[in-house]
């Protein structure tokens, strides 16, 4: 039996969203995509100054305006792709964790990212990069877990308080001092035969002891429960953390302050490593391959990131 097209386009208007559905939908959407690129475009657009933001106004309008007419065009499959999404999130909240209220969170949790980030854009960038395990993850680096701000201003009161004349990077300083303790007291173990572990930040505080995930995600937490910006590297078959610790321009003082300074006997004779990201910010490698900051990378092929800011 062959179909014809006018046959196809009747089955399609059957399964089309009833009106005022369809619009009601259509609107939501609309609202949900018009958000984060609105953001976007106005951190990234130069601000041209016309009275009463008009420019801005303009902009909002059209993309609106293109959003709406994309989303019209698409109207007669918005049934298909609704259905499929909702079956994805009731799979994902029985069986796997990430359903409904996980996506409200994250979506919530990057707008609000995004309106006080001056590169919105990555923001979306690291929700779609792959990275094993990445919700778990994010929610064992409890930055903001008592325990796991008293062990970091412990570490700072332990390490490195008595160091002048650098007061620019004394944050940077006391995460130092927070690698500095956690990579003397750490342990390696092993995860569960046939299994990925993931211990919270404040479980690995009772035993310093765990895998690289383990290991990636305490430092993570204590850096960010001080103010710092780490971020976790996902790799074939390693994680390790990173911390931001500025621009080019910073560079050469850190590597001085690690090897003049902080570890003068760790790190003498020692190549210190790093990242620098395409807008020139520089990541340091706080693996615990070495006793100082910047040691060895155990793998160089970046397979997913992680930034926690």
């Not at 004394?170 to 956690?182: D, G, M, P, S, T």
């Not at 990925?196 to 430092?219: K, N, P, V, W």
């Not at 976790?232 to 001085?256: Q, R, V």
């Amino acid at each position: 039996m062959k179909v014809t097209k006018v046959q196809i386009l009747r089955f399609l208007n059957k399964l089309s969203l009833p009106k005022p559905w369809d619009t009601i939908i259509i609107l939501l959407l609309t609202l949900l995509i018009l958000i984060p690129i609105f953001i976007i475009m106005h951190q990234t657009l130069i601000d041209p100054e016309w009275p009463f933001h008009l420019d801005r106004i303009l902009l909002f309008l059209i993309i609106t305006s293109v959003v709406t007419y994309a989303l019209h065009y698409i109207k007669r499959f918005l049934f298909f792709v609704i259905i499929f999404y909702l079956f994805t999130l009731l799979f994902g909240t029985v069986f796997t964790g990430y359903g409904f209220k996980s996506v409200y969170e994250d979506y919530r949790a990057m707008i609000f990212a995004m309106s006080d980030n001056p590169n919105p854009q990555d923001i979306i960038v690291s929700k779609l990069l792959p990275f094993p395990n990445k919700t778990k993850i994010v929610k064992a680096i409890e930055f903001d877990d008592p325990k796991v701000r008293n062990f970091a201003l412990t570490a700072t009161s332990k390490h490195f308080r008595n160091i002048k004349g650098y007061r620019e990077y004394r944050q940077i300083i006391q995460c130092f001092a927070i690698f500095k303790e956690i990579q003397s007291r750490w342990n390696y173990v092993n995860d569960p035969k046939n299994r990925e572990y993931i211990a919270t930040a404040s479980e690995s505080l009772q035993h310093f002891s765990g895998d690289c995930d383990d290991h990636s995600i305490i430092m993570a937490a204590s850096v960010r429960a001080i103010g710092g910006t780490p971020r976790l590297i996902h790799t074939k078959e390693h994680m390790y953390p990173e911390m931001l610790i500025g621009t080019k321009a910073d560079l050469e003082n850190i590597i001085y302050l690690i090897k003049e300074v902080l570890f003068v006997k760790e790190a003498k004779g020692k190549t210190i490593h790093y990242h620098i990201d395409e807008r020139g910010q520089v990541w340091l490698n706080l693996d615990y391959t070495a006793k100082y900051p910047g040691g060895p990378f155990m793998s160089e092929e970046i397979l997913g990131e992680l930034t926690l800011n």
